[in-house]
Structures are given as structure tokens and as C-alpha cells.
């Protein structure tokens, strides 16, 4: 497959595909090389580019999954310690979040004014 199919398959510029394989998130067995020296992507890139798409959004860093990608097959039990440090951070990053929330809502509540500047009776 041309990298142009790949990148409509997945929906990502051909330039965050070469990237990716610059940073190494794409390894040689997903390429293969014709003989005027063109990328031949296999077709198991699709679902290895979905993965590593789903890393990224849920906040996994292209430094994590290139760690998971060279440890070639990691135990059951690694990957279920490594997703679980993520869940543990998204869930501190939440409750961050809902601080401030609450603190903003604080704020609004004590109904101050800016006439004076911000925070001033």
C-alpha cells in the first residue's frame, strides 16, 4: 500500500505517518521496499496505526508508546500496570480539573465586582 492509501485509511496526514516512522512508532515490518526503493506499507499498518492513534488521544506519549512498541510483546501483566498508571493519572487530572471548577464557581458565587479591578470589594 502507497503511504497516500494509508493516510486516507486512517486519517492522518502523510506527514504525521513519516513522522511516526522517524520517532519509530513504525517499525520495518510494516514497510516494505519496492525496487525503485517506494514504502510498501502492509496492510497490518492500519490497525497498528489505529492503535497507536488510541494511545495518543487517551494520553499515552509518543516516548510511552515507542517504549511499548520495543518491548516487543509485553506481559499481560506489564500493559495492565502501565494502562492502569494512565487510568490513575487521567482520573488525578480530572479531580484537578473539578478543583477548579469548583473554585471558579466559588468566584461566581461571591458575587464580586470588577469595577474596582479583579477581586476587589
Given at each position: 500500500m502507497k503511504i497516500s492509501e494509508v493516510a486516507k485509511?486512517?486519517?492522518?496526514?502523510?506527514?504525521t505517518i513519516r513522522y511516526y516512522e522517524k520517532m519509530g512508532l513504525i517499525t520495518d515490518e510494516y514497510i516494505r521496499r519496492e525496487q525503485n526503493?517506494?514504502?510498501?506499507y502492509t496492510v497490518e499498518i492500519i490497525r497498528h496505526?489505529?492503535?497507536v492513534k488510541n494511545c495518543l488521544a487517551v494520553g499515552f506519549s509518543i516516548?510511552?508508546?515507542?517504549?511499548?512498541?520495543?518491548?516487543?510483546?509485553?506481559s499481560k501483566e506489564e500493559q495492565t500496570r502501565i494502562i492502569k498508571e494512565k487510568i490513575?493519572?487521567?482520573?488525578?487530572?480530572?479531580?484537578?480539573?473539578e478543583d477548579s471548577k469548583r473554585n471558579l464557581y466559588d468566584v461566581l458565587e461571591s458575587d464580586?465586582?470588577?469595577?474596582?479591578?479583579?477581586?476587589?470589594?
Open positions: 485509511i486512517v486519517d492522518l496526514p502523510i506527514s526503493n517506494y514504502r510498501d496505526l489505529d492503535v516516548h510511552d508508546i515507542k517504549s511499548m512498541i520495543s518491548k516487543n510483546g509485553i490513575s493519572e487521567i482520573e488525578d487530572a480530572q479531580k484537578k480539573l464580586i465586582t470588577c469595577e474596582d479591578g479583579f477581586g476587589k470589594y
